[in-house]
């Protein structure tokens, strides 16, 4: 059975930093690409990053290019999200999710990120 | 990015059927397998179809997809209670190399 664990959201201050982490188990990690995606209170879902399985291909949304990375280890079974300078906007969210071909399929029961003074 | 477009809200009474269409453009739905997915205010996102009309073990056949050209549909049959949640299409786009995401369909079973 499909598990996925988001860790490391909480409560940051605007221009800082914080890495989401996402712990995968009940398949092999190391065969599936990988989504973030992020929803904001009350609003609908909106995707902000892809990484294959071998970390090859990565995309990013708009909002996310320049700011956020994406990466894996494969060894660890886990996915990263390293999110930069951050702006009361990225207050969301945010879920993992593994890939099925190159969209969302089963997701993680998300990570709240508050960007806050 | 791009989004695609869903109706903002469909309803039907308890045993009919529904259906929530999801229409996009050639660069997205019209050359990629398009998902769906139910969520039920306050938790996570459930994976309902994929790869148009597929479902994940564990998914009812009471729920199906289907897609023409550069639109999508989500049937669900025997409405319950239950299914009253948001549903929402996603799908690659190849010309953004993006994924994109329909902004939601809210179910109510009247």
């Known amino acids: 059975q499909v598990h996925l664990v988001e860790s490391g959201g909480g409560v940051v201050q605007p221009g800082r930093s914080l890495r989401l982490s996402c712990a995968a188990s009940g398949f092999t990690f190391s065969d599936y690409n990988m989504h973030w995606v992020r929803q904001a209170p009350g609003k609908g879902l909106e995707w902000v990053a892809f990484?294959?399985?071998?970390?090859?291909?990565?995309y990013y949304a708009d909002s996310a290019k320049g700011r956020f990375s994406i990466s894996r280890d494969n060894s660890k079974n886990t996915v990263y999200l390293q999110m930069n300078s951050l702006r009361p906007e990225d207050t969301a969210v945010y879920y993992c999710?593994?890939?099925?071909?190159?969209?969302?399929?089963?997701w993680g029961q998300g990570a709240l990120v508050t960007v806050s003074s | 990015q791009s989004m695609l477009t869903q109706p903002p809200s469909v309803s039907a009474a308890p045993g009919q059927k529904v259906t929530i269409s999801c229409s996009g453009s050639?660069?997205?739905?019209?050359?990629?397998?398009v998902s769906w997915y139910q969520q039920v205010p306050g938790t996570a996102p459930k994976f309902l179809i994929y790869e148009n009309n597929k479902r994940p073990s564990g998914i009812p056949d009471r729920f199906s997809g289907s897609k023409s050209g550069t639109s999508a549909t989500l049937g669900i049959t025997g409405l319950q209670t239950g299914d009253e949640a948001d549903y929402y299409c996603g799908t690659w786009d190849s010309s953004l190399s993006v994924v994109v995401f329909g902004g939601g369909t809210k179910l109510t079973v009247l």
């Open positions: 050639s660069s997205n739905i019209g050359n990629n397998y």
């Open positions: 990484i294959s399985y071998g970390s090859r291909d990565i």
């Open positions: 999710a593994r890939g099925i071909l190159r969209t969302p399929g089963d």
